[in-house]
């Protein structure tokens, strides 16, 4: 590790609860995607994100899943989608994207810390 991060640094990023809402395949972006849109309740709403997770998620799966997703990122234009928020992930033992949930249902916009 090179450089440790401060209290401060972890602060910055709004980590938030959300449900996916939508999903739909996206053939367009250059690596296999799916397009999400999670719903993080309050005055967030409703956000879009492309996500490389299509070894172990289908779209229609997906459906009701609460994520955990940093919201607070700029917008990011993927294939000609706006990408508003970073959903999470971690690699499995082949590198392919697991997502990040919470243990037990939680409000939509519940923040990380």
Do not use: C
């Amino acid at each position: 590790m090179d450089t440790a991060a401060t209290i401060e640094d972890f602060d910055r990023l709004d980590i938030r609860a959300g449900t996916i809402v939508d999903a739909q395949p996206f053939p367009e972006a250059r690596k296999p995607s799916i397009r999400l849109w999670v719903d993080f309740g309050g005055t967030i709403g409703v956000k879009r994100s492309a996500a490389q997770i299509t070894v172990h998620y289908a779209p229609d799966r997906l459906i009701g899943r609460q994520v955990m997703a940093v919201v607070n990122f700029p917008p990011r234009r993927i294939a000609g989608f706006e990408s508003e928020v970073l959903v999470l992930g971690v690699p499995d033992e082949s590198g392919a994207v697991v997502l990040v949930k919470p243990d037990l249902q939680v409000p939509n916009g519940g923040r990380m810390f």
